[in-house]
Each structure stands twice: as structure tokens, then as C-alpha cells.
């Protein structure tokens, strides 16, 4: 297995950022009370336990969307909208990953559009080496290597979202031709 995938974030070690982020948006935002919209699906499992993290009144909120022809093309379609307005609110767009940016970037405008008191951005990974558009990033949970990774949310053809850690792919082409290849992770804990 380990030719194929190494791990890059344990559960716990995810499970300890995720507090911290938890309370230093606690902090930052004490008195008020955040909307936190997440993008579906990638994000849920972050959104889920940052959350738990987080000691303040809060909101949630959710939008989906498919990327129109190559993935991080961002050109991106909404396919479920938020469901409350935004308006004077303060929010913070929690990610899974920003990679190259395009879908952020696409969001952000979509999201600013809409004329919120303040809009920040909270990404678990940052896969910085392959940003094309600039982001600012103010809640960022670990850096990520310029590899495929997976886990905690994040998936290959709809499989490992449900792994409780986050991998490293090192044989994509293990995978693109078996994507149940690292099944065998789902049954190993880390
Ligand atoms: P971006 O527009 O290139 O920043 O892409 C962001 C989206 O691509 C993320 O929200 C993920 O859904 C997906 N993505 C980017 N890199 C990875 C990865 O390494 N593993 C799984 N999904 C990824």
C-alpha cells in the first residue's frame, strides 16, 4: 500500500488543527454571529467538526456546484444556491482544498456580489504550488504537497471520503486504472 498512497495528515493530527482553527475564529469573530457556508460535498466533513470547534452563536449554509468541462476549469455552475441571504452578514467560505484557486476565486466574486458585512475564506489545504489565481486565506489548516491527496471528505471517483485521515496518491495511475485500489485503507486506521 504504501507505494501507492502515504499518509499525509493523521485523524488526530487533523481532528488538533481543527480545534485550533476553532477557537481562533472563536476569538476573532466574539459578538458576532458567522455564517458558515461550505461547498458541497468535499467540505462537509471539515464543516462538520470546525463547527464543533467554533464557541460562538453561528449559521450554516450550503451551496453545490459542478465545474462546466476539465475540472479546475472555474467555470463553475451553481447546482444548489444558499438557502438565506447574506447580506450584511459576516461570512466565512470554508473549503476543502484550494488548489489552483479558479473555483475560489469564482465563488468569492459570486459570494461578494451578494454584499456581506465581511467574507473570509477557511481552507483545510493549501495546495499553494498550483495556485494560479491569488487567494487570501485567512483560516488555513496545514499546507499540502503538489500530490493528489484524499481522505476526510475529499475523494477519487466518489470513493475515500470517508477515510477519517488524508492520503497522498503516489501512483495515480494505479488509480485512475483501479479507482477502489486503496480500498484496503478504509479498513486501516491511522
Ligand atoms: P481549484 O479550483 O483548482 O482550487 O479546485 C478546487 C477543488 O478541486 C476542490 O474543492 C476539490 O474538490 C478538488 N481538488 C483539488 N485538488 C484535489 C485533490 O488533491 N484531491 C481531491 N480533490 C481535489
Do not use: W
Not at 4 to 24: H, K, M
Not at 88 to 93: A, C, F, K, P, S
Not at 136 to 156: A, M, S, T, W
Amino acid at each position: 500500500m504504501d507505494d501507492l498512497a502515504t499518509v499525509l495528515f493523521t485523524a488526530r493530527e487533523i481532528q488538533d488543527r481543527v480545534r485550533d482553527l476553532g477557537r481562533t475564529i472563536s476569538h476573532d469573530y466574539r459578538g458576532r454571529e458567522p455564517v458558515l457556508i461550505s461547498v458541497l460535498k468535499g467540505a462537509a466533513m471539515f464543516h462538520a467538526d470546525l463547527l464543533r470547534a467554533i464557541e460562538l452563536h453561528t449559521s450554516v449554509d450550503f451551496m453545490s456546484i459542478s465545474s462546466y468541462g476539465a475540472a479546475s476549469s472555474g467555470v463553475v455552475r451553481i447546482m444548489k444556491d444558499l438557502e438565506r441571504d447574506i447580506g450584511d452578514r459576516d461570512v466565512i467560505l470554508i473549503e476543502d482544498i484550494a488548489d489552483t484557486g479558479l473555483t475560489l476565486t469564482y465563488l468569492l466574486s459570486t459570494l461578494r456580489d451578494r454584499r456581506p458585512a465581511s467574507l473570509e475564506v477557511c481552507a483545510l489545504l493549501d495546495k499553494a504550488a498550483r495556485r494560479i489565481t491569488p487567494i487570501n486565506i485567512r483560516y488555513r489548516g496545514f499546507e499540502c504537497p503538489d500530490k493528489f491527496v484524499l481522505g476526510y471528505g475529499l475523494d477519487y471517483a466518489e470513493v475515500y471520503r470517508n477515510l477519517p485521515y488524508i492520503v497522498a496518491v503516489e501512483d495515480m495511475d494505479a488509480l485512475a486504472a483501479d479507482p477502489l485500489a486503496l480500498a484496503p485503507l478504509l479498513h486501516s486506521p491511522s
